[in-house]
């Protein structure tokens, strides 16, 4: 089966650093991605971890432990737009589809 | 550049009627993904479809939904006699080869169903 877990809700401050963490249980694995969704709008892609270790790019970074089955998505510097969900999914083994999680809204207040 | 282009964007149907939602890939793209969000709750895969070919359907429902992509023309996800259950937000993603990192989404349909 497929269980990919989050949090429902997050807040944090303006100027703050966050952690959203996803944990997953999936019968294949072919990599880690996480996406923004703006209330209403289409998911946008932030990142990809397929091997462990950190990804770094730009204020979004991206960590991966597969022996874990364990994802966090750590925003720094957060602005007042990051305001947003945050959805965690596993790619499937024959690259057909994403199994997403329910999502993260993280909601950034002054 | 386009991005994925979806119409329409909103798309008001009563219970048993038909709903057909159209899924333009940005250029270049022959791989297309529909996939379904229900009110607060996350996005689920339906079917991926390569052009004139259904590659994956295992997420679609085995009554009333098909999918196509043919050779010329948009990606079709149809509903036929749709049900209240159907209402949610349908989203088409595109990417050019089968990297599933290359996926990008169109800004997806609202159905309600009355």
């Known amino acids: 089966g497929q269980n990919i877990d989050q949090p429902t809700e997050m807040t944090a401050t303006e100027g703050a650093i966050v952690q959203i963490n996803c944990t997953y249980q999936t019968s294949g694995f072919n990599g880690l991605f996480w996406y923004q969704q703006h209330a209403g709008e289409a998911p946008t892609f932030l990142s990809y971890?397929?091997?462990?270790g950190l990804e770094e790019k730009g204020r979004f970074s991206s960590f991966l432990s597969r022996s874990k089955g364990y994802s966090y998505l750590l925003l720094k510097e957060l602005q007042m737009k990051d305001s947003a969900s945050y959805l965690c999914a596993v790619g499937d083994n024959a690259g057909n589809m994403l199994t997403f999680g329910g999502g993260t809204r993280l909601m950034v207040k002054p | 550049n386009a991005g994925v282009m979806q119409n329409p964007r909103h798309l008001v149907r009563r219970r048993g009627q038909e709903a057909r939602l159209r899924c333009s890939p940005m250029?270049?793209?022959?791989?297309v993904y529909w996939y379904r969000q229900l009110p607060e709750e996350g996005l689920k895969f339906m079917v991926y479809?390569?052009?004139?070919?259904?590659?994956?359907e295992s997420g679609m429902p085995k009554e009333r939904f098909s999918a196509e992509f043919p050779k010329e023309g948009p990606s079709i996800l149809r509903i036929q006699q749709v049900v209240r259950g159907d209402s949610a937000a349908y989203f088409c993603?595109?990417?050019?080869?089968?990297?599933?990192?290359?996926?990008?989404f169109g800004p997806g349909t609202r159905l309600t169903v009355t």
């Open positions: 250029k270049g793209h022959s791989h």
């Open positions: 971890n397929v091997l462990d």
């Open positions: 479809l390569q052009k004139e070919n259904i590659i994956d």
């Open positions: 993603a595109s990417s050019q080869g089968t990297g599933l990192e290359e996926q990008y």
